[in-house]
Every structure is written in structure tokens, then in C-alpha cells.
């Protein structure tokens, strides 16, 4: 059977990884850093003496090409979140707060009374929602900005967590495919779901672990400089450290972030325009997540967007968030604190230890230029195939997106 050399072991590196191995498939994993994990990884903070993740992700339980890959690596019970499809909100600059709790079935029966309804929103808002079957190449903003508060406290936070992209000049309709496998099918796919314990411990490791009991070879810190390629095939893989000549029915999926792969190989195009995003993990002495209502908060009428809770660490998620990403870490801190402090009632003035993680090229944006550059998964070279967020897997760059364009890769391997 055919050797695989997978280039990046982030999710989509891995999750190719995982489905090859599955079949039978000899692998070989590059990976320039010393850790997997990509865009998504863990790490034990000094300062704060926890472990904590790059930045904090959300998934929902209709996320099937996750929820798959857990199950395959034994790992299903490292994702956690509530048992019903619940998000609680606030809104700091009115104090109001809310909670959207999706009814289980295809019929969104919490749109019909008020009291379920996002505050400040009628019925007809959500008809207005249908506008999206039929958005071409419109904006959020400009397909629903007219909408008050069903535009400021539904549309503008969802698209921004899902698109990483600000709502002028985002892509409405790159929401709809997330919008059908999940919100849209009811409460059972509707379940936010966060890892349980960082995602390394939810994804990477037992990935690996389970590669390893299947004899793939992961060579850390090994950069791929470059694909040497004769007659529309590439004939060997190029790192710092060695040549890796590549037998004539060997094959190679390119699972690096978009910006590297386009330098590897002559002739593909990818997305290259990204933006940050910003988390600030605060480390709150004697903070009791017991006591909270829930670990997760979605804010409004605030440049911090989303808490997490893990622990006595609170989290905060800026996305899109370009203004945010230029000032300092401390600065950062002293923005977004008093914002945690007013969600959850504590002491505003003393800012507590914080780590902050500017991920500059957290996704790419989601404008139809940008759009028009995401790659197939088959190349013009003939034994190279293309996984990662940014290939074209009609999903906005998400986890799901990621290990699914790896199933996509290993699938055309396999054909
Ligand atoms: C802060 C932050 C928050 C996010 N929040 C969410 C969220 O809430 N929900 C969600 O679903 N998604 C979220 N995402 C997006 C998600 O993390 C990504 O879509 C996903 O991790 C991308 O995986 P990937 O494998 O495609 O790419 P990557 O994770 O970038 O993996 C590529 C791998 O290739 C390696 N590599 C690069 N160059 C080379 C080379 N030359 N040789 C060898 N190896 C190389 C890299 O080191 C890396 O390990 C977030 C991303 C960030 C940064």
C-alpha cells in the first residue's frame, strides 16, 4: 500500500492522518514545530502555572466530522457542555440578560414567544433570517443591519465567532452551511461543546496516541522547506534535516496553513488575507466556577466577546479583532477585565494575573475575494492532495472545517 506523507499535523494533518491509518496506510507526519496541534494546542503557561489553550474553541454537537474523529481516537468523552442547546448572553451596556435555548426538532418553537426570543427581537426578525438563501455576495451588515437588536445581539455575534471576519465585509452566506448542520436541525445538533481539559488533551494527544499504536511516524520539528516535483509529480520532500525521496505510488497531503502552502508548491492558490484573534486568559484566585450559571457567556455592548471558564481561569475571545490585536498585553488586560469583572460580579479595580495570546492569522477573512482562493483538494500535481480550514470545504474556518478537509484529503488518497 501506498506510503503517506502528511506536511502539518494540525487537525487536518491529523484527522487525514487518522481515517489513512484506519485503512491500512503507511504514514509519515512532518511537523515544523515541536508540539501538534497547529492553531489549536495547549500549553503550560509559566506565569499563571496552568495549562491553558492557545485560544478557547467552540464546537457544537452538530459537528459530525468532530464528534467522528473523537469517537475514532477513544476520545469522545474529552468534549464537555451542557446537556441542553443553551447560550447565556449579557448585554453590558443595557444589563439585560438572556439565555437562547434551542427546542429539540427542525421547528425553532423559541421564536414564537417573546419571552424566548432574544430580548428586543420580533418573530418576523427571525423570518428575515431566510434573507440568507438568497444573500449572493452580501455582508453581514448589509443583510441585516437594519435589524436593531436582532442584528446587535444575534446575527453580529454569531457571524463574527463563526466568520473571524467583521460584519461589513463579511460573507453572509458562508453561515448558512453552519447554520443547516446545526441551529437549523434543533436542539440535539445545537449542544455547545468545548474541550474538556484543553485541547490538547481532547484532540492532539490522543490522536497521537493513536497514530503511535498504529506505527505512523510523527517527526517533530521537522520544517518542510521544499516539494521537488518532475513531470506533474512530486518526487521528494525536502526538510532541514533531510531528503525523503518518494517511491512512484507514494502520495502527499499538504496540511499546512495557507500562506506556507502556496510557497510550496508552484501554482496553488490560497487565501491571503487573515484576521487575529485575541484571547486573555485570567487567572482568578478563589474564583468558584460552581457558582456561575454557566462556563460560557456570550457578551454584547463589549470589546470582549465570549467567557470561558475553566477552573479559577476565565477567558476572554475577541474575534475579528484588528483593533484589539495592535495594543500591548497589558492594555488588553485593563480593556477586557473590567468587562469579566461586570459579568460575573467581581472586583473590577484589581486585574489578576492574565496571559495574553494575539493569534495574528487566526483564520483567513471571509470576503468573496477571499472566497474565490480556497483550493480543492486535488491539485495539478498528480500524487499531492491539499487538506486545511482554508481548502474548499464550504464551511467557514473552523475545527470542523479542518478535520473534515482531512477526511476529504484521505478519502481521494483512497479513491
Ligand atoms: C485563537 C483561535 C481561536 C479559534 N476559535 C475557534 C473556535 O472557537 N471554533 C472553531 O471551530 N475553530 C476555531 N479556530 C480555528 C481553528 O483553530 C482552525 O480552523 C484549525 O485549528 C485549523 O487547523 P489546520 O490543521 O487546518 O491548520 P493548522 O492548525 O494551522 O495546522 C497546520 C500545521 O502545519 C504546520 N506547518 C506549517 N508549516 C510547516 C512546514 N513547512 N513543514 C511542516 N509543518 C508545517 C504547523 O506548525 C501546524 O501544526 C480558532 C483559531 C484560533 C487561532
Known amino acids: 500500500m501506498a506510503r503517506v506523507h502528511i506536511i502539518g499535523a494540525g487537525l487536518a494533518g491529523l484527522s487525514t492522518g487518522v481515517e489513512l491509518a484506519l485503512k491500512g496506510h503507511e504514514l509519515i507526519i512532518y511537523e515544523q514545530a515541536n508540539q501538534a496541534g497547529g492553531r489549536a494546542r495547549s500549553f503550560h503557561d509559566a506565569h499563571l502555572?496552568?495549562?491553558?489553550?492557545?485560544?478557547n474553541h467552540l464546537m457544537l454537537s452538530g459537528n459530525y466530522s468532530v464528534t467522528n474523529m473523537l469517537e475514532t481516537i477513544n476520545a469522545?468523552?474529552?468534549?464537555?457542555?451542557?446537556?441542553h442547546a443553551s447560550f447565556d448572553f449579557a448585554d453590558l451596556e443595557t444589563d439585560d440578560n438572556w439565555t437562547i435555548n434551542f427546542n429539540r426538532g427542525p421547528v425553532?418553537?423559541?421564536?414564537?414567544?417573546?419571552?424566548?426570543?432574544?430580548?428586543?427581537?420580533?418573530?418576523?426578525?427571525?423570518?428575515?433570517?431566510?434573507?440568507l438563501l438568497t444573500a449572493g455576495n452580501r455582508s453581514v451588515r448589509n443583510l441585516f443591519g437594519e435589524q436593531g437588536q436582532m442584528y446587535r445581539r444575534f446575527w453580529e455575534p454569531f457571524s463574527v465567532a463563526v466568520l473571524n471576519t467583521a460584519p461589513d465585509i463579511a460573507v453572509a452566506r458562508l453561515m448558512l452551511p453552519v447554520l443547516r448542520e446545526t441551529l437549523a436541525k434543533g436542539a440535539e445538533y445545537s449542544k455547545p461543546l468545548v474541550a474538556k481539559q484543553g485541547l490538547s488533551h481532547t484532540f492532539i494527544d490522543p490522536a497521537l496516541k493513536w497514530l503511535s499504536y498504529r506505527?505512523?511516524?510523527?517527526?517533530?520539528?521537522?520544517?518542510?522547506?521544499?516539494?521537488?516535483?518532475?513531470?506533474?509529480?512530486?518526487?521528494?520532500?525536502?526538510?532541514?534535516?533531510?531528503?525523503?525521496?518518494?517511491?512512484?505510488?507514494d502520495k502527499i497531503v499538504l496540511a499546512a496553513?495557507?500562506?506556507?502552502?502556496?510557497t510550496l508548491v508552484e501554482g496553488i492558490i490560497a487565501p491571503d488575507q487573515f484576521a487575529p484573534i485575541v484571547n486573555v486568559h485570567f487567572q482568578v484566585d478563589g474564583f468558584d466556577e460552581t457558582k456561575i450559571k454557566t462556563p460560557m457567556l456570550g457578551l454584547v455592548g463589549s470589546v470582549s466577546q465570549w467567557l470561558f471558564v475553566r477552573g479559577d481561569i476565565i477567558s476572554v475571545t475577541v474575534s475579528a479583532g484588528h483593533g484589539l490585536?495592535?495594543?500591548?498585553?497589558?492594555?488588553?488586560?485593563?480593556?477586557?477585565?473590567?468587562?469579566?469583572?461586570?459579568?460575573?460580579g467581581l472586583d473590577a479595580t484589581s486585574i489578576p494575573p492574565a496571559r495574553v495570546i494575539k493569534e495574528q492569522r487566526?483564520?483567513?477573512?471571509?470576503?468573496?475575494?477571499?472566497?474565490?482562493?480556497?483550493?480543492?483538494?486535488?491539485?495539478?500535481?498528480?500524487?499531492?492532495?491539499?487538506?486545511?480550514?482554508?481548502?474548499?470545504?464550504?464551511?467557514?474556518?473552523?475545527?470542523?472545517?479542518?478535520?473534515?478537509?482531512?477526511?476529504?484529503?484521505?478519502?481521494?488518497?483512497?479513491?
Open 257 to 262: 496553513p495557507p500562506w506556507i502552502a502556496s
Open 362 to 415: 487566526a483564520t483567513f477573512i471571509a470576503t468573496p475575494e477571499q472566497l474565490v482562493k480556497r483550493a480543492p483538494t486535488k491539485t495539478h500535481i498528480n500524487n499531492l492532495m491539499l487538506a486545511g480550514d482554508w481548502t474548499d470545504t464550504g464551511l467557514p474556518a473552523t475545527i470542523e472545517g479542518a478535520i473534515r478537509s482531512g477526511v476529504k484529503a484521505a478519502k481521494a488518497i483512497m479513491k
Open 76 to 83: 469522545s468523552t474529552r468534549l464537555s457542555g451542557p446537556d
Open 215 to 249: 506505527k505512523a511516524d510523527v517527526r517533530f520539528g521537522q520544517r518542510v522547506s521544499k516539494i521537488e516535483v518532475a513531470n506533474n509529480s512530486a518526487t521528494a520532500i525536502v526538510t532541514g534535516k533531510n531528503i525523503e525521496p518518494l517511491g512512484p505510488d
Open 49 to 55: 502555572d496552568r495549562t491553558i489553550d492557545n485560544g
Open 325 to 344: 490585536a495592535d495594543k500591548s498585553s497589558k492594555e488588553i488586560a485593563a480593556i477586557t477585565w473590567p468587562e469579566v469583572a461586570k459579568a460575573y
Open 108 to 131: 425553532p418553537l423559541w421564536v414564537l414567544y417573546e419571552r424566548t426570543r432574544v430580548p428586543g427581537t420580533s418573530m418576523m426578525d427571525y423570518v428575515a433570517g431566510l434573507k
